[in-house]
């Protein structure tokens, strides 16, 4: 099959090959996905830049995907062969060869219908994006009539929590950082949209909230917004985040989480618990079956350019997620 792969970290163009390589086989519990979409998260270009150690010799980039099943291993049903899918966890902890391929074999467990209505473009935006969004809103509880504080509402996670969390009956203010980002967040379906570059976010959420604050927050980063979270969420309220890149070693004030009594989540998808990922899964399913759905695709590039694609994520203008497709090349 056709894939990209590097086998020493760096800038995009001078490490990333195009070639042949081995066509997996699936084992056991596993399906061989055709890749129609392999899509391109932060982490993947990060890990593909360095400097951290690769973890593989070899290394085919990418975690998320859409396509259709072609095989199946032993002890994997019947019923998911033609079936059109989308998947998450390509290329993590465990697995060196990612979605930057025509083909990939991965755990059954790992893979999702994707219904005919939603194209293998958007499909490939879901993955990590979609799924760490889920577990960030719902790792505290159920959310229906609360409200709901999702920080960079606009962003690749953020834009997936706001829309989660208005499906599951939340009410939802969201930050952003311009006005067209706040264009895409409220779109999304936010009930308010503070730009936090220009606004005291914490004053438009208490005026918001009748000065009662929020519920549970959505949160982009953890460290950098620590102060102005703080002064936003009630007491026996809750914080989850999955970055904290403004402020990767914060200050936390005990004595003030202690007396609001916060619960504090930290959510990394890979080590998250099995159940919470199959919920995360069907309750995706059963959304992106809605119609009621914005599934952003910010870029589109053939397998042969995957460095373009790369560096389009790199650039911090995307507006969604960028994907590559095999199919293209």
Same mark, same amino acid.
Request: charged share 20%; net charge neutral; glycine share 12%.
């Given at each position: 099959?056709?894939?990209?792969?590097?086998?020493?970290?760096?800038?995009?163009?001078?490490?990333?090959?195009?070639?042949?390589?081995?066509?997996?086989?699936?084992?056991?519990?596993?399906?061989?996905?055709?890749?129609?979409?392999?899509?391109?998260? #932060?982490?993947?270009?990060?890990?593909?830049?360095?400097? /951290? #150690?690769?973890?593989?010799p070899r290394i085919i980039p990418n975690s998320d995907g859409a396509g259709v099943v072609e095989a199946v291993g032993p002890e994997t049903p019947d019923r998911w062969l033609g079936r059109r899918v989308w998947f998450y966890n390509g290329q993590r902890n465990g697995r060196a060869f990612g979605s930057a391929a025509e083909y990939i074999e991965l755990d059954a467990d790992l893979v999702t219908p994707l219904p005919e209505a939603v194209s293998f473009a958007e499909g490939?935006?879901?993955?990590?994006?979609?799924?760490?969004?889920?577990?960030?809103?719902?790792?505290?509880?159920?959310?229906?009539?609360?409200?709901?504080?999702?920080?960079?509402?606009?962003?690749?996670?953020?834009?997936?929590?706001?829309?989660?969390?208005?499906?599951?009956?939340?009410?939802?203010?969201?930050?952003?950082?311009?006005?067209?980002?706040? /264009?895409?967040?409220?779109?999304?379906?936010?009930?308010?949209?503070?730009?936090?570059?220009?606004?005291?976010?914490?004053?438009?959420?208490?005026?918001?909230?009748?000065?009662?604050?929020?519920?549970?927050?959505?949160?982009?980063?953890?460290?950098?917004?620590?102060?102005?979270?703080?002064?936003?969420?009630?007491?026996?309220?809750?914080?989850?985040?999955?970055?904290?890149?403004?402020?990767?070693?914060?200050?936390?004030?005990?004595?003030?989480?202690?007396?609001?009594?916060?619960?504090?989540?930290?959510?990394?998808?890979?080590?998250?618990?099995?159940?919470?990922?199959?919920?995360?899964? /069907?309750?995706?399913?059963?959304?992106?079956?809605?119609?009621?759905?914005?599934? #952003?695709?910010?870029?589109?590039?053939?397998?042969?350019?995957?460095?373009?694609?790369?560096?389009?994520?790199?650039?911090?203008?995307?507006?969604?997620?960028?994907?590559?497709?095999?199919?293209?090349?």
């Amino acid at each position: 099959m056709k894939a990209v792969w590097y086998e020493r970290t760096g800038p995009a163009r001078e490490v990333l090959q195009f070639g042949e390589v081995p066509t997996p086989t699936p084992g056991r519990g596993q399906v061989l996905i055709r890749i129609h979409a392999s899509g391109v998260n #932060p982490s993947d270009a990060g890990m593909r830049a360095g400097p /951290a #150690p690769m973890a593989y010799p070899r290394i085919i980039p990418n975690s998320d995907g859409a396509g259709v099943v072609e095989a199946v291993g032993p002890e994997t049903p019947d019923r998911w062969l033609g079936r059109r899918v989308w998947f998450y966890n390509g290329q993590r902890n465990g697995r060196a060869f990612g979605s930057a391929a025509e083909y990939i074999e991965l755990d059954a467990d790992l893979v999702t219908p994707l219904p005919e209505a939603v194209s293998f473009a958007e499909g490939a935006t879901l993955g990590i994006p979609c799924m760490t969004a889920h577990r960030s809103l719902f790792v505290a509880g159920p959310v229906q009539g609360r409200t709901v504080l999702v920080t960079g509402g606009a962003g690749a996670v953020g834009l997936y929590a706001v829309q989660l969390a208005k499906w599951a009956g939340a009410t939802v203010i969201a930050t952003a950082s311009s006005e067209a980002k706040a /264009a895409r967040a409220r779109a999304a379906g936010a009930d308010l949209v503070v730009d936090y570059r220009r606004e005291d976010v914490a004053a438009r959420v208490r005026d918001f909230t009748a000065g009662t604050g929020v519920d549970h927050v959505v949160d982009v980063d953890f460290g950098g917004n620590l102060p102005v979270t703080l002064a936003c969420v009630k007491g026996n309220g809750s914080i989850a985040f999955y970055a904290t890149k403004g402020e990767p070693r914060p200050l936390v004030p005990a004595g003030d989480l202690m007396r609001l009594n916060l619960n504090i989540h930290g959510v990394y998808l890979p080590v998250s618990p099995h159940e919470a990922r199959r919920r995360a899964q /069907a309750d995706i399913l059963q959304w992106i079956s809605t119609g009621a759905r914005i599934l #952003p695709v910010a870029g589109r590039h053939a397998l042969a350019n995957c460095a373009a694609a790369h560096e389009q994520v790199e650039s911090g203008t995307k507006a969604g997620t960028v994907v590559v497709e095999p199919l293209a090349s």
